[in-house]
């Protein structure tokens, strides 16, 4: 690979001068920055030298379409138009920026985290770098709120109404809340941050906050980041860091009074050093297809469990059911007993007024009418009984189909929760079978460097050895006429 010429390596050092300071993404009480421009890279090192001239104030320039690289270097200008610049443009300039930060920081922190292979913790460089990116994301376009000692601008206020839209939120703001060493409301939203990403559930709170516009209003001016759709973009964007594993101890951490600065450095690079391979290409599509197999997982098993509560709570009314069915079956047989014993009395007074004198007639007719009257209430009660048993027997055979139905249905889950499982072994053993071959590669280019170094030496001796030999020839040419001179000398003299 050749190397960049140093002419170019110094206009782009100088180029890169004014991003080391942080005026390039200016704090939000800070006076108002310049009009910036959008470097988009070339092919090879001269691409970034190529400056577009200035143009009359107007919107902000169109974004690059999907195939275009991403602009990997920001520039400001520093000359003036005449009549001042829009608070709009600039504004909207400011946004395109720090969306264009947020991509890079997001990307460079996904794949530096993949090829270390560990859990990060508060001291990995690209970490502490997308958090203060994020805090400059969230900070522009903020408005200030009169306080005793002054103004105060702070995005914890806006984090907190995250709670209330999303109701897991509410576990990691508690939590905030409890931390003793936090004593501003920007360590507060700083340590909301982190705790948000060890959750892995910082895009879903940021999706749920950028879509309540009407909310972020008291917080935020109409133009701001957070307003915007790039908002929504690097909510989208955030949706990446779910394969990252983070953990944080924010006890001894001082968040209150670190300085929240880009360090630009870590984002300008050559552009013919930047290579992509097919391998990363493919981890980080098993990686995708590992979490969507994964989350599948959880919702299937969410699934499981809700239907098993409904088991066993139709379990619990079947039980239930069972014996209200047997207290009503022996109400019918005790009723059943009743009707028989009333039968039997109604008959033996039937004989008994047939045979007794006629003045006994009245008083054993209004007896037996009290028993005929007895035994149609008695008659009309078994026959309610009977309903209530029909329509329980109804209810029983409900839900035993209904039981079958779920337990098909839990079979018929459980069966894809494996074959799931299958897929997802055979996903590890390919993520496996890839990472090998890449190391092998590796192993391989270096061989093969190693190989050109020898060869290139070898080339540089016999190139050292044959200018010897040249230098040899010509001493001996030298030499020859010399002799031949001094021949001619003596030829005369023998004549």
Known sequence: MAEPEPADQADREREAGPLASPAGLSEPDSPVAAPFFLLYPGEGAAG???????????????????GSPLPFLLLSHTGGWAGGHHPNYLMANERMNLMNMAKLSIKGLIESALNLGRTLDSDYAPLQQFFVVMEHCLKHGLRAKKTFLGQNKSFWGPLELVEKLVPEAAEITASVKDLPGLKTPVGRGRAWLRLALMQKKLSEYMKALINKKELLSEFYEPNALMMEEEGAIIAGLLVGLNVIDAN??????????????????????????????????????????????????????????????????????????????????????TLQEE????????SYILESNRKGPKQDKTAEG???????????????????????????????????????????????????????????????ALKHELAFKLQSSDLGVKQK???????????????????QLEQSEKDLVKQAKTLNSAANKLIPKHH
């Not at 600065?261 to 013919?272: E, R, W």
Request: charged share 30%.
């Open 48 to 66: 970034s030298a190529a400056r577009p001239p200035p143009q009359p104030p107007r919107a902000w320039r169109t974004p690059p379409s999907p």
């Open 248 to 333: 944080f101890c924010m006890k001894g951490e001082d968040l209150d009074s670190q300085v929240g600065v880009i360090d630009f450095s870590m984002y300008l690079k050559d552009g013919n050093s930047s290579k992509g391979s097919e391998g990363d290409g493919q981890i980080t599509a098993i990686l995708d297809q590992k979490n969507y197999v994964e989350e599948l997982n959880r919702h299937l098993n969410a699934t499981v469990n809700n239907l098993q509560g409904k088991v066993d709570a139709l379990e619990k009314s079947n039980t239930k059911l069972t014996e209200e069915l047997a207290v009503a079956n022996n109400r019918i047989i």
């Open 339 to 346: 009707m028989e014993r009333v039968k039997e009395e109604s």
């Open 366 to 428: 209004q007896a037996l009418s009290e028993a005929r009257k007895h035994l149609k209430e008695e008659t009309q009660l078994r026959l309610d009984v009977e309903k209530e048993l029909e329509l329980q027997i109804s209810m029983r055979q409900e839900m035993e189909l209904a039981m079958k139905l779920l337990e098909k249905d839990v079979c018929e889950k459980q069966e894809a929760l494996v074959s799931l499982r299958q897929q997802l072994d055979d996903l590890r």
């Open 449 to 467: 460097s190693e190989l050109n170094s020898r060869l290139e030496e070898k080339t540089n001796q016999m190139a050292a050895t044959i200018k």
